[in-house]
């Protein structure tokens, strides 16, 4: 079985979701910003407060080479990782890339439950999310597979994607 990786937009569900196939489909879970934490020991916030958003870039797209040698392991990206080439051309060597989409509203609802989002600790986080959604469609949407996690709970997009997959290969 080839990877799953998981992209999208913060607040797009893929976490939640890839836990979830990871249940279904007896696949380890590989989450590239918690993987980043621990070699950094810091936090994502931190890393950025420290070094700022260009290096956390370069820690990203090393760490993304090495969880890409992975095989039969689901992998979840931080939502700027689609934005470069070279990551995604590592991760789709050995894994199929699938998208997570969903509305500013619904990502705003999901990730102002906490701040551990440094690109969205601004004065207004809507204006925010759409201007970086608006930018980042285009990479997006070069998935194999983009799912519309709108109004759905993480088990049914599991479920979806697992459908998609079979079809897929
Ligand atoms: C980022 C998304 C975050 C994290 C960092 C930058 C982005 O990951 O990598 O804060 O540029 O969209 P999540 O998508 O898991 O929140």
Known sequence: MKNIVL????????????RKLSKLLNMKLIDVDTEIEKS???TINEIFKKFGEPRFRE??????????????VIISTGGGAALKQE????LRKKGVIVCLMATPETILNRTSRNSNRPLLQVEDPLGKIEELLNFRRPFYEKADIVIDTEGKTPLQVAEE?????????
Request: hydrophobic share 35%; net charge negative; proline share 0%.
């Open 161 to 169: 994607i697992v459908e998609k997959i079979k079809v897929e290969s």
């Open 87 to 90: 990551n995604m051309d590592a």
């Open 40 to 42: 950094q020991k810091m």
């Open 7 to 18: 992209t999208g937009f913060m607040g797009t569900g893929k976490t939640a979701i890839g």
């Open 59 to 72: 820690i990203e797209t090393e760490m993304i080479k090495r969880l890409s040698e992975n095989e039969n």
